[in-house]
């Protein structure tokens, strides 16, 4: 069968390899789609802590069982599942607490274990058995189930900012995570939502998806006063950060309004992590500001949910559908901002 395997920065190599076989406690998996993202892009370009490679890499996964192996229960050839990436040990103090999206032990799917960019792969025991295996439903398509993963990452920064009913939302950044965060806050409740970003022309094709009630490029215009204007200078009740942005994240502070939330859901470099902050802005209008990270299998089983119910449609997201003997065309594709998502089909 064929993978895709990063050796080191900018050597990601498609190579033939022998099918894994199933052990006890897992299960086998035929991948149909595994979706890139950001992450990908700056894996290949730097690497990441996390992985030693040689690794195969992947991590927005949908398929079906091929092979179940001994003592798995419930699951046999032929379901159609999604797999969680990141992979919580359900025993350290903060998965006891409930709030595994923090586990200080995570492992992830492409990172310690090989992932979805390969004809087929192995599901480990750890994730099934914090239930992260997730049936697909009938009448979803598998490219369609590989964005409940992105969308679990959507859905835990919405519950950190408590978005809801009735709440002007900004979303910084009009890529697939912002695409996201503009349905999955409409599906919430929100009042009215402004999309922002520097590229006038891939703001006005995400819009064109998406339908926010606002744009503003802010290549042209200043964003804090534009969203201040739009709100008869009251500010937004939540600001997320949808880009790896420190401006992004300084400028949305400042369009909060009073008791307002900011989520710093688009991380920053490594070498300019620091950003500066008006303290007693966050003092006397009682902001909060908000950090994600990641998401849990509950998130994951309720992104799915969502989009098979079609309370956060994902299928008109999906721009490029690829093979995976193209995913370096992918990875670049992605880089450049030609797209929305790009899936690989195996």
Not at 55 to 80: K, L, P, T, Y
Not at 140 to 151: D, H, N, R, T
Not at 284 to 291: K, P, W
Request: hydrophobic letters at 40%.
């Amino acid at each position: 069968m064929k993978v895709a395997r990063f050796y080191a920065p900018g050597d990601i190599r498609l190579e033939d390899v022998e099918e894994p076989r199933v052990s006890a406690g897992e299960v086998k998996i035929r991948v149909r789609n595994c979706s890139t993202c950001g992450t990908d892009v700056k894996i290949f370009r730097s690497g990441h802590p996390n992985m030693t490679p040689p690794q195969v890499m992947g991590h927005e996964i949908a398929g079906e069982i091929v092979d179940v192996g001994a003592g798995v229960d419930g699951w046999a050839a032929g379901d159609r599942v999604q797999v969680i990436a990141a992979i919580p040990d359900g025993t350290c103090e903060y998965c006891l607490a409930g709030t595994p999206a923090i586990c200080e032990n995570q492992l992830s799917m492409g990172y310690q274990f090989p992932g979805g960019f390969a004809e087929y792969m192995i599901v480990p025991n750890e994730v099934l058995r914090v239930d992260g295996l997730n049936r697909i439903p009938d009448g979803l398509g598998f490219a369609e189930a590989s964005l409940a993963e992105p969308l679990a990452c959507v859905l835990n920064g919405q519950e950190l900012a408590r978005v809801g009913e009735g709440d002007t939302v900004v979303v910084v950044g009009s890529g697939p995570i912002g695409c996201l965060h503009v349905r999955l806050a409409r599906s919430r409740g929100a009042g009215r939502i402004i999309l922002i970003d520097l590229n006038g022309e891939r703001l006005a094709e995400a819009a064109a998806l998406v339908a926010p009630d606002l744009t503003i490029v802010s290549s042209e215009t200043d964003p804090v006063e534009a969203v201040l204007a739009a709100t008869n200078g009251r500010g937004a009740d939540v600001v997320i950060t949808a880009a790896a942005s420190g401006t992004a994240q300084e400028q949305g502070l400042r369009m909060l309004a009073r008791r307002g939330r900011l989520s710093l859901f688009g991380g920053l470099a490594k070498d300019h992590p620091t950003i500066t902050v008006d303290a007693n802005l966050v003092h006397y209008r009682e902001l909060t500001i908000v950090g994600v990270n990641g998401s849990s299998p509950a998130h994951n089983k309720q992104a799915l949910e969502l989009i098979a119910s079609g309370a956060v449609p994902v299928s008109d997201l999906i721009t490029h559908r690829l093979p995976l003997d193209r995913l370096l065309d992918a990875i670049d594709i992605v880089a450049r901002g030609e797209a929305i998502k790009v899936t690989i089909e195996p």
